[in-house]
């Protein structure tokens, strides 16, 4: 993997953490970094690859934020930590996710399209490309972003 995990932290309220790059071992998740007590919103937009450790990483990053923070929203939550939340009931702990992406592939120009989604609203059936206007394709398993939101 070869993007750099960065971690931003703003000080105003809601405290908004941005995360960006490649979530591994080396990811510096340091739940103590955001301040404690007050609403916390994740903005998982720039994340492009979780490893296994990663994922373990993830998970006491979250759970320890749970423990500093009453109030947690996810948004923009990347196609693949969709995945790793419908087969991880305890990914998000208790944050309530916003939004999400889901990956299209355009067979008439060859171009990828992420669509953001607000929180449960369903994959459409098909969606038109937003270069060329034609129909794409769905480029996940629809099952696992169906598990996704009936968590």
Not at 1 to 17: C, L, T, W
Not at 27 to 54: E, F, H, N, Q, R
Not at 117 to 131: F, I, S, T
Request: glycine share 8%; aromatic share 8%.
């Amino acid at each position: 993997m070869s993007s750099r995990f960065a971690m931003s932290v703003s000080r105003r309220a809601p405290v908004e953490v941005i995360l960006q790059g490649v979530i591994d071992e080396r990811a510096d998740l340091a739940a103590d970094a955001v301040p404690a007590g007050g609403p916390v919103v994740l903005d998982l937009g720039g994340i492009t690859a979780i490893t296994s450790l990663g994922v373990k990483q993830w998970i006491e990053f979250v759970r320890s934020l749970a423990k500093r923070s009453p109030d947690i929203r996810v948004r923009r939550v990347p196609a693949i930590l969709v995945g790793q939340a419908s087969m991880i009931r305890t990914f998000f702990q208790r944050a309530e996710v916003e939004s999400f992406y889901s990956p299209w592939s355009c067979p008439g120009c060859r171009g990828h399209h992420d669509q953001l989604h607000p929180w449960g609203e369903a994959v459409p059936a098909k969606l038109a490309c937003p270069k060329c206007g034609a129909a794409m394709v769905f480029d996940d398993l629809l099952q696992a972003y169906e598990t996704f939101l009936a968590r």
